[in-house]
């Protein structure tokens, strides 16, 4: 009779699992080599967390990794539940503020991860449009949800090929290309941390990314390597587009598994954005935000710009500021497609100018989007 690995880890897991029904449990040592009974801080998520990562190690059949990574979905369940009914409702009194305004309850979360528990389930097996990106000088992108969640498992797992770990600090420095809402879906899948940089900050201003921010990773356009030249520091570098020496082509993240497996729980309480301010009139103060300030915070600005599930939407906004992540993100994939114009200069084409009107205004009229917002800086 063949051995059934994964059900021997999955019952395993539930059942040290289901014995920590309190934050801190009280486990006698053995009364037998005469030591004292004591106390020992036993936390939920730390079985599932070791026992996946042992079995990583080990080089345990697939199988057994899926299994005990099932564990992490029985709380994240509950969470995705009061996410989903807090969006219902929003959704429901949509014409109706007085009541949404007067009986609309923030969800009360423990474990959720919105790319994993909300964003992949709703887009398995969907082929509906999850991004689209007009380039006023070159060709459309579309994208549907279902590629989408396979694309940013293949960038986690890349990511995580590369070192990047649960907390790790990324700076993010890219315009409007695919590779950004990637990036995003796969570092809420892994637990990192994203430093949103704007494409026109100083050598000066990453520095200060990395002294402050803790970065220990970098991904970047070619027009912008350059920049970081003179940071001589110890952090994985990783490039989107063509190829540049010294730096990991991102390109080869396509070549990773479609599957990714989280190693543990994510807490809502988790970090997943570290925000530097613009610093106008002292030096930029740091603004963390975490899997549920942000994920679930910006149920608001869905109900404020109006999107519906069958909606096309227009954000004018480029990455590096929050206004990209509140309109081009979180919001539109809670119900529809984000509509993204990027520009780019004929001579270097990874590097974004700035939005012009006029050249977008055919655009809109050719595909007309529900509504339009953006960001106080263009």
Same mark, same amino acid.
């Given at each position: ?13 539930? &059942? ?88 609309? +309850? ?43 969640? +396979? ?11 590369? /070192? ?26 892994? /637990?990192? &941390? ?18 402050? /921010?803790?970065?220990?990773?970098? &991904? ?27 730096? *990991? ?19 809502? *309480? ?30 608001? *600005?869905?109900?404020? &710009?109006?999107?519906?599930? *069958? ?59 529900? /509504? ?7």
């Amino acid at each position: 009779m063949r051995f059934n690995w994964s059900c021997a880890i999955f019952r395993l897991a539930v &059942i040290l699992e289901e014995s920590l029904d309190h934050p801190q449990a009280e486990r006698p040592s053995p009364d037998s080599a005469g030591l004292p009974r004591c106390r020992v801080a036993l936390c939920r998520g730390t079985i599932t967390a070791f026992i996946l990562s042992r079995l990583r190690q080990l080089d345990f059949p697939r199988c057994c990794l899926m299994a005990a990574g099932q564990i992490s979905g029985v709380h994240q369940r509950e969470g995705l539940k009061a996410f989903l009914a807090a969006r219902e409702f929003l959704l429901t009194h949509r014409e109706d503020y007085e009541t949404a305004y007067r009986d609309f +309850r923030w969800p009360q979360l423990d474990k959720f991860n919105w790319a994993l528990d909300y964003f992949d389930t709703f887009a398995r097996d969907n082929d509906k449009a999850a991004l689209w990106i007009v380039d006023e000088n070159g060709p459309e992108v579309k994208l549907s949800f279902a590629e989408m969640s +396979r694309r940013s498992n293949q960038v986690a797992n890349f990511l995580r090929q590369q /070192g990047v770990r649960r907390g790790d600090r990324m700076i993010v420095q890219l315009p409007n290309v695919v590779a950004i809402w990637e990036i995003m879906l796969a570092a809420l899948k892994l /637990g990192a &941390i994203v430093i949103p940089a704007a494409t026109l900050l100083t050598v000066g201003d990453l520095r200060d990314r990395f002294d402050r /921010g803790k970065a220990r990773h970098v &991904i970047t356009i070619p027009g912008l390597t350059e920049k970081f030249a003179t940071l001589a520091r110890d952090y994985t570098r990783i490039v989107v587009g063509p190829a540049e020496e010294g730096w *990991t082509p991102y390109s080869q993240a396509y070549e990773q598994n479609r599957d990714f497996i989280p190693d543990g729980e994510t807490n809502a *309480t988790d970090p997943f954005m570290l925000y530097f301010t613009s610093g106008t009139t002292a030096l930029p103060k740091l603004v963390l935000h975490t899997h549920q300030s942000y994920p679930v915070g910006h149920l608001a *600005t869905m109900y404020w &710009i109006g999107i519906r599930p *069958t909606d096309l939407h227009l954000n004018i906004s480029t990455p590096g500021w929050a206004k990209h992540a509140w309109s081009s993100f979180f919001a539109p994939g809670m119900q529809a497609p984000p509509f993204s114009f990027t520009t780019t200069i004929a001579s270097a084409p990874s590097t974004p100018s700035k939005w012009s009107p006029a050249a977008a205004l055919p655009r809109c009229v050719r595909h007309p989007p529900f /509504g339009v917002s953006s960001s106080s800086r263009i």
